[in-house]
């Protein structure tokens, strides 16, 4: 998957997408692009991240410059690793999202999710394990799960354990 990097009026910000409540899995929840290593057409989890990218929200692999790959993310109810790509657009992305895939692109500023008040965890409880779960509040839409635990992984990476 790709965490992909943008600047805009002076201001760094990140890609999410919301996945249609038709979705098999992760209905309705807000994730960055990405999806299934496919063996007839990626060459490896790079190109998985790029060309899923594509297909979800168009945009074009050659416009995503990979600088780093976070360390892979487990899922709780999937039980899939997710291998995070962060890649950086030399502009603002105009962006074409698949409506079978995507109900909505959020630009999310960076200074918007390293705003103390935005994040919150919970410790969750079940009867085979325990778990920390994280949250980021934004205007109107709540990111949790695999995709807050790599945002949290992230802003940790670019501004240190605060």
């Known amino acids: 998957m790709l965490v ?16 249609p409540e038709t979705m098999s ?3 309705g929840e807000i994730a960055f692009p990405g999806g299934q290593f496919d063996v007839g ?10 060309r899923e990218a594509h297909e979800e929200i168009g945009l074009v ?3 995503v410059e990979i600088v780093s790959r976070l360390d892979g993310i487990g899922t ?8 995070p790509f962060v890649g950086f657009l030399a502009e603002r992305p105009v962006l074409q ?12 500023p960076l200074s918007e999710l390293l705003d103390p008040d935005a994040y919150r965890e919970e410790r969750w409880d079940t009867h085979t394990f ?8 934004l205007e109107d839409e709540t990111v949790w799960g695999a995709t807050a635990r ?13």
């Open 4 to 19: 992909p990097l943008f600047e805009a009026d002076g201001e760094a910000s990140v890609v999410l997408i919301k996945r």
């Open 97 to 108: 999202p698949n409506p079978r895939e995507v109900v909505r692109v959020l630009e999310v």
């Open 150 to 162: 790599i945002l949290t992984s992230f802003l940790m990476h670019l501004v240190g354990d605060r």
């Open 130 to 137: 325990d778990f920390d779960v994280h949250f980021f509040d």
């Open 25 to 27: 899995s992760h209905r």
């Open 41 to 50: 057409a990626d060459p490896d989890l790079r190109a998985t991240a790029l």
């Open 76 to 83: 709780v109810a999937t039980r899939f690793t997710i291998a």
């Open 61 to 63: 692999p050659d416009a």
